[in-house]
């Protein structure tokens, strides 16, 4: 994919079902935006079409139906939007994540875990035991 395309929020809808699925027909795509009412069946497949040209799935055939995958993942959309929205600058990101939502308490005592999780693989990293 080239780093210039960016999904429309219909895009970013099916890119949202196919990382769920992993891989996908149109149906199964269709079926999975359908539980959250969303567009009709040629409607997706039009999608998917334009998604392809534009390098953001790509398929393979089974029969006669395409399979198709998202080219990136949610990691690799997550790391351009840090960088074209924050100029790489995570503090910010999470200051304004907590800024636009108020945290339980279970989802700041869930972000302290992750922030030691990463502390720990950082440091392990950094005195060479970076095997996994």
């Keep these: 994919m080239r780093d ?9 809808e099916v890119l949202k079902a196919l990382w769920e699925l992993g891989e996908g027909s149109v149906r199964q795509v269709h079926e999975r935006l359908s539980s959250r009412g969303e567009q009709a069946f040629n409607t997706v497949q039009t999608l998917l079409r ?3 040209d534009k390098g953001l799935v790509r398929h ?3 029969g006669r139906t395409f399979i198709y995958a998202p080219v990136y993942g949610r990691d690799h959309e ?4 840090l960088q074209r929205v924050f100029d790489g600058a995570l503090d910010q990101v999470v200051l304004s994540l907590l800024e636009a939502k108020d945290p339980s308490d279970d989802e700041l005592r869930d972000l302290e875990q992750i922030i030691a999780r990463a502390r720990r693989r950082k440091r392990r990293d950094s005195n060479g035991g970076g095997g996994r």
């Design 60 to 62: 393979r055939a089974e």
């Design 4 to 12: 210039d395309v960016t999904p429309s929020r219909r895009e970013l």
């Design 78 to 81: 997550t790391s351009r939007f």
């Design 50 to 52: 334009i998604m392809e």
